[in-house]
């Protein structure tokens, strides 16, 4: 069984910045691609950015040259800064991690769990 617990959302001034935290634990053997998600009221969820083992990034263009995405394997963690915030980036983001759960490899299955979401809302 995998827990994430996500941090860092709340309430920022277009242009303002915000960093989100999403902390994996419980028995991982080996964490694949984690990514962010965001649903905005009235619309479907939607893949923000990403990031692989291997540290290739992903982007929607939307946050594009705005947003980072990077991971601490040691911690099993991945972030997301966001820079240059809009008004459109209001949303509940989500974190996604994906991989491995078990003590050895031959033993281990592939797991894909959710966060519990954190609100972000970008105002005057």
């Known amino acids: 069984q995998v827990q994430l617990v996500e941090s860092g959302g709340g309430l920022v001034q277009p242009g303002g910045s915000l960093r989100l935290s999403c902390a994996a634990s419980?028995?991982?053997?080996?964490?694949?691609?984690m990514g962010w998600y965001r649903q905005a009221p009235g619309k479907e969820r939607e893949p923000v950015a990403s990031?692989?083992?291997?540290?290739?990034?992903n982007y929607a263009d939307s946050v594009k040259g705005r947003f980072t995405i990077s991971r601490n394997n040691t911690k099993n963690t991945v972030y997301l800064q966001m820079n240059s915030l809009k008004p459109e980036d209001t949303a509940v983001y989500y974190c996604?991690?994906?991989?491995?759960?078990?003590?050895?490899?031959?033993?281990?299955?592939?797991?894909?769990?959710w966060g519990q979401g954190t609100q972000v809302t970008v105002s005057s």
């Open positions: 996604n991690v994906e991989g491995r759960i078990g003590t050895y490899y031959w033993s281990s299955t592939p797991f894909a769990s």
């Open positions: 419980g028995s991982i053997f080996s964490i694949n691609a």
């Open positions: 990031v692989t083992s291997g540290g290739s990034t």
